[in-house]
């Protein structure tokens, strides 16, 4: 196993002295805990470090490996442009991850650089670990937009790369944990920044990855954490290893979670196959859900699975209620895989003969054509829930007085731009937050005259 120790590690700026002054006293169980690791490292002598950080560039659907032979960084985004740092690249080991992701269908590779300079999510780490120990190669990666699951199959190529080249390798997971835990913080507080924290810290001090995979991505999003996705390809490298874990401090004295644990790899352990395990839970969650499927989301769901494994377009079932063969109806067709939306697309007037047919048209719309994801492939369908909204017919109002967020959708126009939001969504809670949000997704400007129109939906979900 090349993988020789695996860390979580924060990585508040303010920590580093030149930075802080004085303020990283406010700090000392982290700084402690730094230090540990340091330690720990400097004794095992690893000959590459890999910093998984969410502070360099990310993409939706591509894992970023930075490019070129090293690169250099300081920490004048923080007034601190004396402190700077340094990385030599393993680009030996970068081959061969590149190689191994993309063997599996896994977009990785050095594409797409924007800023070669090191960020913080390696620097803060990288400050402590050369006060202990610095005859080491690096490598700095980023975690993608892709789910889970894709963050735990680049973890074990990680780890298989490391082993495949013969590198004594240590993961360093960069990220803090909710950033929302303090009312006199800078993100303020919500309730579910301390639950995230404390399911997260809870599975970090048990090596609980399953755990970890069954976090819920709107509990993340409202939590306002950095930390998950590279977590997750820390807990890939860890796959099928009984590990010795250890959290060796936690603390939030500035509104956000700081956490620091540890990994040592034991031996092999065939029971820790967590990705197989959450793959089965997913699968068996998606089936209960879909036994309570509406004919609305019944339809939808046969009319993309009949595209994608038979091709062509679902004929219209004969065995519908009236309402949907008689009826005419703008309809939005909702993908989402293991809580995640994989694909939305709808009309917001009528394009075909009933709702049936509408149905049918948009749920391969939104599992093939919505630009913002891959198309849906046929392993992903039963993994898949769906949700049907029908939208009553827009009504032209004079003021967003006129508007709840909660009842009424929004459609906002501007010349030829317009652009659409659904009511009751999650994290949008005033009416002026789904206008900014709809004049947003049409390209209009903040301080453009636009036409408000409402709608009704009936949800099917």
């Known amino acids: 196993m090349s993988i020789l120790r695996a860390y979580v590690l924060p990585h508040p700026p303010l920590a580093v002295p030149g930075v802080g002054r004085g303020d990283e006293n406010k700090i000392q169980a982290t700084l402690a805990a730094f230090d540990e ?16 950080t969410p502070h360099n560039v990310v993409y939706s659907d591509y894992f970023h490996i930075s490019p070129g032979k090293g690169a250099k960084g300081d920490f004048s985004r923080f007034n ?42 390696v620097m803060v780490p990288m400050w402590f670990i050369n006060r202990r120990y610095t005859n080491y190669r690096a490598l700095r990666i980023s975690p993608s937009g892709m789910d889970a699951s894709e963050h735990y199959r680049f973890g074990k190529c990680i780890a298989e790369a490391a082993e495949s080249v013969g590198c004594k390798t240590v993961l360093v997971a960069s990220g803090d944990l909710s950033h929302k835990l303090s009312a006199d913080g800078p993100y303020g507080f919500v309730p579910e920044g301390t639950v995230f924290d404390n399911l997260l810290t809870t599975a970090l001090s048990k090596a609980d990855f399953l755990s970890v995979f069954t976090i819920p991505d ?13 977590v997750m390809i820390m807990a890939g490298c860890l796959d099928r290893q009984r590990v010795d874990p250890k959290l060796y401090s936690y603390e939030c004295p500035f509104g956000v ?9 034991i031996e092999p352990d065939e029971s820790r196959n967590f990705l197989e395990q959450y793959s089965m839970l997913a699968l068996s969650e998606a089936r209960e859900r879909q036994s309570f499927e509406d004919t609305y989301q019944a339809i939808a769901r046969q009319s993309l699975e009949h595209t994608v494994k038979n091709g062509g377009k679902l004929p219209l079932p ?13 309809a939005f067709v909702s993908l989402h895989k293991n809580g995640r939306l994989r694909g939305c697309v709808g ?18 719309s939104a599992g093939l054509h919505d630009n913002r994801f891959e198309p849906v492939t046929a392993s992903e369908l039963p993994l898949l829930t769906y949700k049907v909204d029908i939208l009553s017919a827009p009504e032209v109002i004079g003021s967003p007085k006129q508007l709840d967020v909660k009842r009424y959708g929004v459609i906002v126009s501007s010349g030829h731009k317009r652009g659409l939001l659904l009511p009751n969504l ?17 390209g209009i400007s903040e301080n453009a005259d636009v036409k408000l129109e409402r709608f009704e939906v009936t949800r099917h979900e």
């Open 257 to 265: 979670g700081y956490a620091v644990a540890g990994f040592v790899p």
């Open 318 to 330: 004969g065995d519908l209620p009236d309402e949907m063969l008689i009826n005419k109806a703008g």
């Open 80 to 121: 601190a442009p004396d402190v700077r740092l340094e990385a030599e690249y393993n680009t030996g080991l970068a081959d061969e991850i590149e190689h191994l992701a993309v063997a599996i269908g896994l977009p990785a590779g050095r594409q797409g650089e924007r800023d070669s300079k090191l960020d913080h999510g």
């Open 426 to 442: 999650n994290g949008i809670d005033t009416v002026e937050e789904q206008i900014a949000i709809a004049r947003q997704k049409a």
């Open 37 to 52: 690791v340091a330690k720990e490292i400097a004794e095992i002598v690893p000959e590459t470090i890999i910093f998984i």
């Open 347 to 364: 009309t917001i007037a009528p394009t075909t003969k009933n709702i049936a047919s509408e149905i049918i048209q948009n749920a391969v």
């Open 218 to 230: 709107d509990l993340r999003e409202q939590a306002a954490e950095c930390g998950y996705n590279s």
